[in-house]
Nanobody
Framework: QVQLVESGGGLVQAGGSLRLSCAAS????????MGWFRRAPGKEREFVAS????????YYADSVKGRFTISRDNAKNIIYLQMNSLKPEDTAVYYC??????????????????WGQGTQVTVSS
């Protein structure tokens, strides 16, 4: 099992920045692709960004491309989501997720086996 715990959410004004972290315990994140997803009020969960184990394959949703950056520190078993130029429409609960070993970077939530509890991000206008 992989336990994931997100942190770093909060309230920020439009145009501001936040950095989310996702720390893993239990089994390591070794050889696992990781992803960030979000769920806005009244909407379905949507893909935000994903990254392979070595960081060689990174995908972003069009809505966050150029503003968000996903990265990982494999030695610390942590992945990050740097969010800049935040907009009110970025308001959501953000979740990190881990794939089973060997899976590639993916934008499909069904490809991920482990999920964190989420961290709230609220962007005020």
């Amino acid at each position: 099992q992989v336990q994931l715990v997100e942190s770093g959410g909060g309230l920020v004004q439009a145009g501001g920045s936040l950095r989310l972290s996702c720390a893993a315990s239990g089994r390591t994140l070794s050889s696992r692709a990781m992803g960030w997803f979000r769920r806005a009020p009244g909407k379905e969960r949507e893909f935000v960004a994903s990254i392979t184990w070595a960081g060689g394959s990174i995908y972003y949703a069009d809505s966050v491309k150029g503003r968000f950056t996903i990265s990982r520190d494999n030695a610390k078993n942590i992945i990050y989501l740097q969010m800049n130029s935040l907009k009110p429409e970025d308001t959501a609960v953000y979740y990190c997720a881990a794939r089973q070993i060997g899976g590639g970077s993916s934008s499909y939530s069904s490809d991920y086996a482990y999920w964190g509890q989420g961290t709230q991000v609220t962007v005020s206008s």
